[in-house]
């Protein structure tokens, strides 16, 4: 493909999920790649920003202007603003401990869907309004990121500021990853 890879995520059976910048979802297995939905592609053509992949075979794509999709070998779910997502760009997607998937919007919200049942999270919940940029699941909860620099925890339902850049020095948050001894590591832009 002629873009860039975005996203990243290896499933159950060993297989790399790649979303790209232009050219959608491809998926590599024993050294080859292919395009997720054949040569003419899935719907996934918009700008991949995240991909996560659960235990059940499902793979969760984040695009930046056409929603969340859904991907099984013999089914696509597509949800929207009609749906219920606070926004269609999708910039964060990961999947919690329970095989909950999350995913957070360029509106600043986070979306939890489990049990066929979603649930939206925004200022009431602690979020501060700013796109949420990177999501990843920890003991009992979820760690956030945003575009505006803070990084914020997530427990039962309320997230809250742990770290936030100073504001002359705020750098959009794009990767988390916990380590040992409870450890945040942080990747920003800049």
């Known amino acids: 493909p002629s873009g860039s890879p975005k996203a990243l995520a290896l499933d159950g059976n060993e297989r790399i999920y790649v979303g790209m910048q232009r050219d959608g979802l491809f998926v590599g297995e024993s050294g080859r790649f292919e395009r997720v939905g054949g040569s003419g592609g899935l719907a996934?053509?918009?700008?991949?920003?995240?991909v996560a992949a659960v235990h059940d075979?499902?793979?969760?794509?984040?695009t930046l202007g056409d929603?969340?999709?859904g991907l099984r070998a013999d089914s696509e779910v597509h949800l929207t603003t009609a749906d219920g997502l606070a926004d269609v760009s999708v910039l964060s997607v990961c999947v919690d401990e329970q095989g909950a998937v999350w995913a957070g919007t360029g509106a600043?919200?986070?979306h939890r869907f489990a049990d066929d049942h979603m649930a939206r999270y925004d200022a009431r919940q602690g979020l501060p309004g700013a796109p949420v940029t990177v999501l990843i699941p920890a003991a009992g909860g979820l760690w956030a990121g945003t575009a505006a620099g803070q990084i914020l925890r997530e427990q039962n339902g309320s997230f809250a500021t742990v770290a936030a850049a100073p504001d002359d020095d705020r750098h959009a948050v794009l990767a988390l990853r916990e380590g040992d001894l409870n450890r945040l590591w942080v990747g920003t832009d800049g």
């Open 57 to 62: 075979g499902t793979v969760w794509v984040g």
């Open 108 to 110: 600043g919200t986070v």
């Open 44 to 50: 996934v053509q918009n700008f991949v920003t995240s």
């Open 67 to 69: 929603g969340l999709y």
